[in-house]
């Protein structure tokens, strides 16, 4: 079903490979994006389990806005092991107007689609999504 304000649907492959991560972990990240000419969001890339961070942050496009999953492990003040679902919507300053646009009015949309999300981000730089951030809003 496309979304009304921007007419995109939102690939079932994105769904169960979100289901995939969440309840099996069978994935560090996933990176989303938007194909215009079939007017809906599908998967273009899987991070495997044992993947960095910094591998996840590599693999997003300088100049093109994406959706992207990130299973991140952390431990609490408490000394317990945790995990949260970041979903993170990269829109790089340098991307075209009309994919940034295409992107925040797919937004909403395309998250309600993955349930279990717990944290969001919005970076339009690196830095917005640097590590250190990250794990401020895990806690």
Do not use: H
């Not at 492990?73 to 995990?83: A, G, H, M, V």
């Amino acid at each position: 079903m496309a979304n009304a304000a921007s007419g995109m649907a939102v690939d079932d492959d994105c769904k169960i490979r979100f289901l995939q991560l969440k309840a099996k972990r069978t994935y560090r990240f996933i990176v989303f994006k938007i194909e215009e000419k079939l007017k809906q969001a599908v998967v273009e890339k899987l991070g495997e389990p044992n993947l960095t961070y910094e591998d996840f942050a590599a693999s997003l496009p300088a100049n093109e806005c994406r959706y992207c999953i990130y299973d991140f492990d952390f431990i609490t003040s408490e000394n317990c092991q945790k995990s949260k679902i970041f979903f993170i919507a990269w829109s790089p300053d340098t991307a075209k107007i009309r994919s940034k646009m295409l992107y925040a009015s797919s937004k909403d949309r395309f998250k309600r689609e993955l349930d279990g999300i717990q944290v969001e981000l919005q970076a339009t730089d690196p830095t917005e999504m640097d590590i250190d951030v990250i794990r401020g809003r895990a806690n």
